[in-house]
């Protein structure tokens, strides 16, 4: 399996600010996600990164709040744009298919006040 | 670290004891079924997987059960350790849903010695 690291692993913001979340893979991989999990809640899928296109985006979630990058194959970051408190989640990057095993990253737990 | 799944469901089992975790699906399109642990402060684990053409499927000390006539998928751990103690999630996804993993709800196995 992948070795998948994220930075920041945790951070505080104020409200109105933005955070770039960083996804590092010790390999190349074609499918990398991202996933928001709220306090309390289960993984919803933000986006699938693309390299070399646009992310593609699931419902619910907009590029101009949550815009992402994918520059290669082993990296991918995801912006969370003018915070507030409701965006206090962890927010997770995974690889793999969906018809076969994802594997995440240990996640940014991400604290808006 | 951060807990998650502070509201989940919670089953709470014996060391050395049999644990068996549920999970109820709805949509009868789903043909691809993963469970993932996820320890306080990490990100979720795969464990195991099971596609729609088996009905039963072995790892190491843990068995995932599906029951496609009821929508039903169980996850059995065999000599339940305090390591296995985390929040468990299956997630499915439908062959026509793209890179979309639907998670559950989750579920808290706490383990007392």
């Known amino acids: 399996s992948a070795v998948i690291s994220q930075k920041p692993s945790r951070d505080i913001c104020q409200r109105g600010t933005s955070l770039t979340i960083q996804c590092q893979v010790d390999s190349q991989v074609t499918m990398m996600f991202w996933y928001r999990q709220q306090p309390g809640q289960s993984l919803t899928l933000i986006a699938t990164?693309?390299?070399?296109?646009?992310?593609?985006?699931e419902s619910g979630f907009v590029i101009d709040k949550f815009p992402i990058s994918r520059p290669n194959l082993t990296f991918s970051t995801l912006t969370v744009s003018n915070m507030s408190p409701e965006d206090s989640s962890i927010y997770l990057c995974?690889?793999?298919?969906?018809?076969?095993?994802?594997?995440f990253g240990p996640g940014t737990r991400l604290t808006v006040l | 670290g951060e807990s998650v799944g502070l509201h989940l469901p919670t089953l709470s089992v014996q060391e050395g004891d049999n644990s068996i975790i549920n999970c109820a699906y709805s949509n009868s399109a789903s043909d691809y079924f993963i469970w993932y642990k996820q320890e306080s402060g990490k990100g979720p684990q795969f464990i195991i997987d099971?596609?729609?053409?088996?009905d039963k499927r072995q790892g190491q000390r843990v068995t995932v059960l599906l029951n496609k006539t009821v929508k039903h998928l169980s996850l059995q751990i065999a000599a339940t350790q305090p390591g296995d103690s985390a929040v468990y999630f299956c997630?499915?996804?439908?062959?026509?849903?793209?890179?979309?993993?639907?998670f559950g709800g989750g579920t808290r196995l706490m383990v007392k010695p």
């Open positions: 990164a693309n390299q070399g296109s646009e992310a593609t985006y």
């Open positions: 995974s690889v793999g298919g969906a018809r076969d095993t994802q594997y």
């Open positions: 099971i596609r729609s053409n088996m």
């Open positions: 997630a499915e996804n439908q062959e026509n849903a793209g890179n979309m993993l639907t």
